[in-house]
């Protein structure tokens, strides 16, 4: 749990954010810049878009503008190791096949929107939710996306899924920063 405490000031704050989040709708959401549509096709059975205020050190301007107080909350954050801060959503009836992410980080989960007991992650490193099963508002997850073959679902109909994604290395571990950087770059998220 001691993880989770880096990032109370999220679940302190999810209705704020996923009110922010809401607001700015859906349609300046994309696929990742590095991911070809093949891949995301192979890796996607629904839409799984996000969109990022910041990767490493490259801070994205126009997208920031759209999600001041999250911004503010994420500036606000003492980790030293943060790599990047974005939404992601995941489209009703899909799910993300079973995968291995190339960036050699950690990376924080919080459920903004879901319907109860219809969405999850599996292969977590830690959770903070009431079940292993369920992953539902304002709970949280974390992954070691790069080491931990893992998932997604969304089983809801009709709600789409979203999330608060923040990437971070962790200095107990030899994480590298620029490998992170290499793989994460402003090209192709702003808007």
């Known amino acids: ?10 679940k302190d704050n999810w209705k704020l954010i996923r009110n922010e989040a809401l607001s700015v ?15 995301y096709r192979e890796l996607n059975t629904g839409e799984n878009l996000g969109i990022v205020l910041c990767a490493g050190t490259e801070v ?21 190791s943060k790599q990047s801060i974005g939404f992601s959503y995941l489209t009703p009836d899909s799910a993300i096949n079973p995968h291995n992410d190339p960036e050699d980080c950690y990376r924080y989960h ?3 929107q879901s319907e109860n007991n219809k969405s999850n992650i599996f292969g977590t490193l830690s959770r903070d939710t009431k079940s292993d099963l369920y992953i539902n ?7 070691e996306p ?24 962790d200095g107990y571990e030899n994480k590298s920063a620029a490998v ?7 090209q192709g998220w702003e808007n």
């Open 1 to 10: 749990m001691e993880l989770f405490s880096q990032f109370k000031i999220f």
């Open 25 to 39: 709708g859906y349609e300046k959401y994309g696929k990742h810049p590095q991911c070809d549509l093949k891949t």
């Open 60 to 80: 994205l301007e126009n997208n920031i503008k759209l999600f001041p107080k999250t911004w503010e909350m994420y500036e606000s954050l003492d980790l030293p």
């Open 110 to 112: 919080l459920c903004l």
């Open 137 to 143: 508002d304002g709970e949280a997850v974390i992954l």
């Open 146 to 169: 790069c080491a931990i073959t893992h998932r997604g679902i969304n089983e809801s109909k009709t709600i789409k899924r979203l999330h608060l994604v923040i990437d971070f290395l």
């Open 180 to 186: 992170y950087q290499s793989l994460n770059n402003k």
